[in-house]
């Protein structure tokens, strides 16, 4: 990992800089984002390494440098469960980032002798607890949650709680200035904190990236591939993933019967198709998470059904709540190929090593976005990653021509 770092890092490290940093950099995981953060931290060091500048001898510069940019918090617990923030070192003028992967249950803490797994109001009150440990003293403080707490509870269709919206607001009313997430499931709440900053990012080109390192005989036009949205809540992601890569898409809308409830939603009765025909081409079902599976290899099953090639899933988030097994018997039954999610949240051991199962790495895009926050530069073009993807697309293709011939 090290000297994948190194060898790449020299992209990233400009030879000015050209604006001086917000304040010194500080990094600060939260239980269960250790590990991701470790890499970030790994790729900042070496870039900021290699960088010349004139200024460093500056006051202002001071402290840009260092071993690692990762500060040391806690939130040890009382016996009744209760708990505390504590944040081990001074972070007086620094600009912080604070990343918490709020999903992730694989953390437990005693309470009257019985081990608790982690729920995400566990993991946003050790947020709030480590925040407010910083006291104020900080010079600006964002937070990074790839997966948006309460995000699925953004709108109100009956008397029921707005949790997400009322998430942004505690956050900011405690001096977060900016937040950012991945594919947020309604980017609109954003509305509840309108003078705040807030960014939702689609991890597409990252999709792309691993799909292209890992498939190396795929037709990359409208002959040959296809885009689904598995829902019509995704047609916008689809959309553009469609776009960039110059194909078709197609949609399935889900009949639902909303005279029940089953595990907290109306349950699905069928998926029904709108496009046109995926026979005998490739496809990538393209959704924001995949929660218990049924939804992504139903779909699978239908394109199998109406004879497409081979079926590829992308999603930013996979939670895998029922489980590993519906996706080792869709794999065993060919209704998919591959399936690709980030390594934003936390992702089970028996994940990493399933045949079916590719890890998209988001630690260089992640240090890439904290760099340039902490610099004040736009991140609109690591938003916006047309040209990158364009280049990498143009270069697959010229090593399939160089192959084929």
Known sequence: MADEIRNNSAVYAEDEIESIPVGPLGLVPLKGMQKLTDKI?????????????RHKESILFAGYQKDSYIIEADCPRFGSGESKGVIKTSVRGDDLYFLVDVTNNSIV??????????????????????????GGRAKRMTVIMPFLYEGRQETREERESLDCAQMLKELTVMGVSNIITFDAHDPRVQ???PLYGFETISPTYQYIKALLNTVDDLDVDPQHMMIISPD?????????????????MGMFYQRRDYSRMVNGHHPVLAHEFLGASVEGKDVIIVDDMISSGETMVNVAAELKRMKANRVYGCATFGL?????????????????????????????????????YENVDMAKYLALIIDSLNHDYSISSLLNPVTRINRRLKAYKERREALKQ
């Open 320 to 356: 895998f709540t029922g489980g590993l097994g519906v996706f080792d018997k869709a794999y065993e039954q060919g209704l998919i190929e591959k399936i690709f999610t980030t390594n934003l949240i936390y992702q089970n051991p028996e994940l990493i090593n399933k045949e079916w």
């Open 232 to 248: 019509e809540n995704g047609m916008s992601r689809a959309i553009y993933f469609a776009n960039v890569l110059g194909l078709d």
């Open 41 to 53: 931290d790994e790729y900042l060091v070496n870039w900021r390494r290699e960088r010349e500048s």
């Open 109 to 134: 803490y005693p309470m009257g002798g019985i081990q608790n797994h982690y729920s995400p109001d566990d993991h946003f009150q050790d947020l709030k607890r480590v925040i407010a440990a910083a």
């Open 191 to 193: 509305n509840a904190i």
